[in-house]
């Protein structure tokens, strides 16, 4: 069965702080691991893909990456608007998506 | 703008009405999904939809039921709903059905509260 978990559950940060969000994975047959924001009361918001182990993509102060184990999703020099919960997805053999229960991120002024 | 509006954004609902969710996307995609957010767990697929035709039902509850008479249209039809139904409801939509890595977008949600 595929599995996602999101770590820390949780995350604080002063502005400017950089920090990674990580997202561990069990999958069959990668197909493709996602990322997401969303925002309170709103859907999450669509962000990354990635494919395979060493693809990197970025995205103004967001950068993902992936092993065969693990995403992680650094956040370099964050402001208090990037502050919202971070979603990761996996999608297998099993064509279905799996998501985490996400990071909630903080960034304090 | 995500290109998958839902309506309404709010409803509340006794347990004993019937009510309707709608969805409809304007990016030309072939699937749509249900799915339900509920606190402090991961989102739940309930339905999917590949070219109007059903194809995956995750084990949800009769008082929840989905229709999709067109590849822009989708609605999730509640009736009898149960307090433990309250959450946000997702609709999303990708180009093909989500099985060769294609992106899942994201309406704004449903905010659903059964009293």
């Known amino acids: 069965e595929d599995q996602v978990t999101q770590s820390p559950e949780a995350l604080r940060l002063q502005e400017g702080e950089s920090s990674s969000l990580n997202c561990s994975y069990t999958?069959?047959?990668?197909?493709?691991l996602f990322w997401y924001r969303q925002d309170p009361g709103k859907g999450p918001e669509f962000l990354f893909t990635l494919y395979s182990a060493g693809e990197e993509k970025e995205k103004e102060r967001l950068k993902a990456t992936l092993t065969k184990k693990e995403s992680f999703l650094h956040i370099t020099a964050p402001k208090p608007e990037d502050s919202a919960t971070y979603l990761c997805a996996v999608q297998g053999g099993s064509e279905k998506l799996v998501f985490g229960k996400g990071t909630k991120l903080t960034v304090n002024p | 703008e995500t290109g998958v509006t839902q309506t309404p954004r709010h409803l509340v609902m006794g347990m004993t009405n019937k009510k309707s969710l709608k969805c409809e996307q304007h990016l030309g995609h072939n699937a749509m999904y249900w799915y339900k957010q509920s606190a402090k767990k991961p989102l739940e697929l309930m339905f999917v939809y590949s070219l109007e035709e059903r194809v995956e039902n995750n084990s949800v509850p009769s008082r929840f039921s989905p229709e999709c008479p067109n590849s822009s249209h989708l609605f999730l039809h509640l009736h009898t709903l149960q307090p433990e139904d309250s959450a946000l409801y997702l609709c999303?939509?990708?180009?093909?059905?989500?099985?060769?890595?294609?992106?899942?977008?994201f309406g704004e949600g449903s905010w659903l509260t059964v009293v």
């Open positions: 999958v069959s047959g990668l197909r493709g």
């Open positions: 999303a939509s990708s180009q093909d059905r989500a099985g060769s890595g294609n992106t899942i977008y």
